[in-house]
């Protein structure tokens, strides 16, 4: 195998399945990272699309929650080798490996995923909403991390399930600070306001009104935006930009997820009996008079 690590967090293998679900007629994906040397699964989401936002969340999970590896692999998948990840891969010290065309065999998590497909596919198929999926998911990673793993049968120091041989070990850790530099360009920290909306670049984009006062994070990447909570999507939207590339000329198509985070209230009319603004546009801030400044002639004086 050409990617097989002598030590932890030497590579981390990542991909994306497409996973078989009666929850409604929209695809939903499965994207993981593995840890080479435990087999331990490090950060794994379902997601409606297999987009760059939606795997940076994965990575951004993984690298937070575990420090950075030495080396990436992944297929050639484009999302893989954007400019963007390939900047944050660069910021963070990974150096980028990919299998060779056509050769699933050299993807230490190709093996991995046969693995969900026997412990977890029957219940992904017959889950019946997007709160079961979930569950379902998050079932298979406990399994596969803390179950006897046919990897690491002989080891002699008795630890034979991946979450064992991870341990406390981690890769290069970052601090928050340094994160959120590395992911700038794509990841914004925002609050949710008392209705579940985020104020981001002069427009008030919808969220989760069961999220009311908790910090949130958009995502951007050319023209889809995407606001996620704790790795999962809550809404995304379509961006046209301005001539300057930069500002927003209009947000239209806006999308919403089922997460498990909805509200437990129930809404004061049915949705579709009136008209609700997922998306708005705001004013601009007004300019602040600059401090010190006095009253000049033709401006009225309040005290005399």
Known sequence: MPFRAERRHQFWTVDVRYIDHQVDDQRVYCISILENYSRAILSSALSRTQDLAAYLMVLYAAVRQHGAPEALVSDGGGIFKAKQALAIYAALGIRKEQIAKRQPWMS????????????????????????????????????????????????????????????????????????????????????LDRAGYVRFRHWRLYGEFGLARTRAA??????????????????????????????FRQITDPRRFETRFQSRQQPLWPEGEIEWHLVRRLAEYARRRRPGKTAGAGQLALFS
């Open 218 to 247: 958009v995502w951007l990447y050319k023209e889809t935006l995407t606001i996620e909570f704790a790795e999962e999507p809550l809404s995304q939207f379509a961006v046209a930009y301005q001539p300057d590339k930069r500002h």
């Open 108 to 191: 230490y998590i190709e093996t991995q995923f046969n693995v969900q497909r026997r412990l977890a596919d029957y219940h992904f198929a017959r889950a019946e909403s997007w709160p079961a999926l979930l569950a379902v998911h998050d079932q298979w990673v406990a399994d596969f991390n803390y179950q006897v793993h046919w990897a690491h049968r002989r080891r002699q120091d008795h630890r034979h399930s991946p979450a064992e041989v991870l341990g406390w070990v981690s890769g290069t850790l970052r601090t928050p600070e340094q994160l959120d530099r590395v992911f700038y360009a794509t990841r914004f920290g925002r609050r």
